[in-house]
């Protein structure tokens, strides 16, 4: 019997899970993502994803990881037998694990540059910097293999570093005060970005409408990053939800989760915004967004190093937060099934994404013309193969068991929802998500 760690209070679950939630996703990818994708189109149909698709599907895979107390792997296995289907269930949590495996290997090498931009905000601070020095200082960190390999390695080190330590002890210490943290710095930034910034055209940019920009793979785009940002469609929600106690409400908790989420990410894109359009950069910059206006901003705001370091240390930490719940899955599978420790486990997996995280880091420079499916470089596909399509692909599996496969009496036992709520949970699980997943995939087959 393998022991297995158990959440010390609600509270310590509702942190761990926001900070899985919370991380580079709403960070960096969101604010960037808006950008490339056509601004308020991508953040309606991405509200519309989170309010949908992502809370009701956040709820069923908490009430799947806590019904059986297991890993994905076997909490599926575990959840067939237990409503009598195949065994092959068990697949879906497989998969789940390989694309947390995946994400890693790129997240880490962004974690990276997340490190990076300590050591200079310590080292250098941000003071006067103008546009076109801070882009530079970006191109001259990706185009340099040996720091990006640097600070990726020891991102690396710190998350599997967290997670040897055992899911109770390492996570919770970490959350504790991060979540709160990090909405602090988050308003001085905004406030200080509706002071100098452009607020107005940032606003219009990401809320008025224009629908003319919708399209088939904004729609995808958004559908997936609604999945990335909640965690959800890989198994970690599971994991966390089967060291959660069972006098916890699933649905208050999602929905606290899910909005803790949103808005986080969504104030980060306004106070970015104002500050693009007001220094007349590019929104659709892509991934080196926040890393070239931010330091602008810190290097103009009174008190700008001293905030520009304790963002930045922030922002590690939600990084390896949800970092953290990436790999646990795989790991808890591996402690719970072989003879491999804790420790062990996560040396021999850190060092498998580590390494496959070299050929991300120079995908951004020596290897940059190295294309791999449609055209895609290493960074892209590894990104676009999990956040569009295996998250989804995986929520929608997980949506089809709870709701079609699995005892009915189990997930109202296990959800404990009044038969209103019940009835409008199995609506958005049964019909509404698999509907929306199913037909971006098909778009994006061009089927329909
Ligand atoms: N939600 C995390 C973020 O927004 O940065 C990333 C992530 C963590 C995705 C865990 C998926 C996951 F299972």
Same mark, same amino acid.
């Given at each position: 019997m393998t022991h297995r760690g158990a959440w010390n209070s609600r509270w310590s679950f509702v942190l761990a899970t926001t900070g899985s939630a919370i991380g580079l996703g709403n960070i960096w990818k969101l604010p960037y993502m808006i950008g490339v994708n056509g601004g308020s189109a991508f953040v309606l149909i991405y509200i519309l994803s989170i309010l949908c698709v992502g809370i009701p599907l956040l709820m069923t895979e908490i009430m799947l990881g806590r019904r059986?107390?297991?890993n994905p792997i076997d909490a599926m296995k575990s959840l067939a037998k237990e409503s009598s289907? %195949?065994?092959?269930?068990?697949y879906v949590g497989g998969m789940g694990m390989l694309t947390g495996v995946m994400i890693l290997c790129f997240y880490s090498v962004i974690g990276g540059w997340v490190l990076s931009y300590i050591s200079t905000a310590v080292q250098e601070?941000?003071?006067?910097?103008t546009a076109e020095q801070s882009s530079a200082n970006f191109g001259d960190l990706l185009a340099s293999p040996l720091t990006l390999l640097f600070w990726h390695t020891l991102f690396m080190i710190i998350t599997m570093g967290v997670v040897s330590r055992g899911v109770t002890s390492g996570l919770e210490k970490a959350n504790n005060f991060l979540i709160p943290a990090l909405f602090i710095i988050l308003f001085i930034l905004l406030g200080y970005s509706m002071s100098v910034g452009d607020m107005q055209t940032s606003f219009d940019f990401m809320f008025?409408?224009?629908? %003319?920009?919708?399209s088939p793979i904004t729609a995808l785009a958004a559908l997936g990053h609604a999945f990335f940002s909640l965690s959800i469609g890989m198994g970690s929600v599971m994991v966390y939800g089967s060291y959660?106690?069972?006098?916890?409400s699933i649905s208050r908790t999602s929905i606290y989760i899910a909005i803790a989420d949103t808005l986080l990410g969504l104030l980060v894109g306004l106070a970015i915004y104002a500050l693009v359009f007001a220094n007349h950069?590019?929104? %659709?910059?892509?991934?080196g967004l926040i890393f070239q206006t931010l330091p602008i901003a810190f290097g103009q705001m009174p008190w700008g190093n001293f905030f520009g370091i304790l963002f930045f240390i922030l922002v590690a930490f939600a990084a390896s937060t949800s970092a953290i719940s990436l790999v646990e899955p795989t790991i808890a599978w591996i402690v719970e099934n072989t003879r491999i420790g804790r420790q062990k486990a996560c040396l021999g997996l850190g060092l498998f994404i580590w390494l496959i995280g070299l050929s991300v880091l120079l995908s951004f420079n020596v290897w940059q013309d190295v294309k791999l499916i449609f055209g895609l470089g290493i960074f892209d596909t590894l990104d676009k193969l999990t956040s569009t399509i295996m998250l989804p692909f995986g929520g929608l599996l997980m949506a089809i068991f709870a709701g079609y496969f699995m005892k009915k009496r189990h997930s109202k036992d296990e959800l404990d929802l009044t038969a209103k709520t019940y009835n409008l949970w199995r609506m958005a699980n049964n019909i509404i998500a698999p509907i929306a997943i199913c037909s971006v995939f098909l778009y994006l087959l061009n089927i329909v």
């Open positions: 059986v107390q297991k289907r %195949s065994n092959n269930w068990k601070g941000f003071t006067g910097i008025k409408p224009d629908f %003319s920009k919708i959660l106690k069972k006098d916890v950069l590019d929104p %659709s910059e892509g991934p």
